[in-house]
């Protein structure tokens, strides 16, 4: 198939960078060239000492735009993996500030990938010193970027599942083979190695879109019925 632009979205400890990481290097190994893209937030965050407030929200969305454009014009046999995109600023200082204004913004950028993978949140949430708030935000997070892509009519992929079994569904998801149990066995011994042994989601071998998305439909019904 040919090279995709890939945004990388989700709560907070769900695994992006490492999926991003993760997903280059099987890329690189399979011969294809490959572009990827940081997190923004995060090193504004190590420089300043503290998260943003309300004001500064737009400068970063902005960084984090800017960061990526010149790559999403790149070449078709290039991937492209950007881990987050605006979309997530603008998810953020909607639920922590009440403040909508960087969506135009951030879906207008969403729009140059091929298609967005959101992770799920089937990880346990892992502290991070200031870039994380809590595992109490994780849900509402989930529910306003899923909102975001369903109003913009975008594509997305769920990607559940523990350890290697994440990277393998990352792979279907994008229309790829996942690794060989050689290569699994390596990446098991890897970053997600913590996680063996704990409960699995009930839906780590599935990426279906159409029952992911009837599935969160459901439940935005169901809260919303009076």
Not at 14 to 25: E, H, P, Q, R, V
Not at 42 to 51: L, V
Not at 65 to 92: C, R
Request: proline share 4%; hydrophobic share 40%; charged share 20%.
């Amino acid at each position: 198939m040919n090279a995709l632009r890939v945004a990388i979205v989700g709560a907070e400890s769900t695994g992006k960078s490492w999926i991003t990481t993760a997903l280059a290097d099987v890329l690189r190994a399979r011969g294809q060239a490959v572009h990827t893209v940081d997190e923004v937030l995060r090193h504004w965050c190590d420089r300043a000492g503290r998260t943003p407030q309300r004001h500064e929200q737009m400068a970063i969305a902005q960084q984090q735009a800017e960061a990526a454009y010149p790559m999403a014009q790149q070449a078709p046999n290039t991937w492209l993996l950007s881990d987050t995109t605006p979309l997530m600023t603008a998810v953020y200082s909607h639920l922590l500030f009440d403040d909508e204004s960087l969506y135009t913004m951030a879906l207008a950028h969403q729009a140059l990938y091929d298609i967005t993978l959101v992770m799920g949140l089937d990880l346990p949430w892992v502290a991070d010193g200031l870039q994380r708030d809590g595992p109490q935000v994780r849900g509402p997070v989930d529910t306003l970027v899923r909102q975001a892509l369903e109003r913009s009519s975008m594509a997305y992929r769920v990607v559940y599942g523990q350890g290697p079994r994440r990277l393998n569904n990352a792979l279907l998801a994008l229309g790829l083979a996942g690794e060989d149990a050689s290569a699994q066995h390596i990446r098991e011994q890897g970053q997600f190695a913590i996680n063996q042994g704990r409960s699995i989601w009930q839906c780590n071998d599935c990426s279906d879109p159409a029952c992911e998305h009837k599935l969160f439909s459901r439940l935005v019904e169901q809260r919303s019925a009076p």
